[in-house]
């Protein structure tokens, strides 16, 4: 799904070897890709003032949500740990939308969501679950969340679901 190759090297009774590329973008490119594209990110009036939370442990997955997240002018706040996302959702109960990752140290997202749900039952939780398990997104539901989007995120697809909870 990331547009990368992956081969394997093995010799009976010696080991083997793994190797896998993933593709980059240039930070140049990248530049001159998001100034073209700036101008075009629609965000609707009943979406303008978000308050996000991101559960998620790999740091990179959490970047790059939190630059989408920029570019609409949102606040976002990043908890590494399902005990982190409880916190912040204690300490800051304008928190609009949780993007609740399963497997998270500590208490999974699961857990974190329930303990959530216990003191608030409003605030929108969407787990990122992982690819073609629909057995993790029977358990999100259960467990309080209101929806599920598959890892990696897709833009599109989140933008779809956040208007399908926000829409006044
Ligand atoms: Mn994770």
Redesign the pocket.
Known sequence: MLGGRIRAESKPGKGSAFYFTLPYQLKEKEDHKQKQVLPKVEVPDYLKKMKILIA???VLSAILLFRIFEKYGWETIIAKSGTEAVIHCLNHPDIDLILM????PGIDGYEATRRIRQFNSNIVIIAQTAFALSTERNRAIKAGCNDYISKPIDKVTLMSLIKKYFKK
């Not at 990752?101 to 998270?104: A, E, P, R």
């Open positions: 998620e442990d790999d990752d399963i497997q998270l």
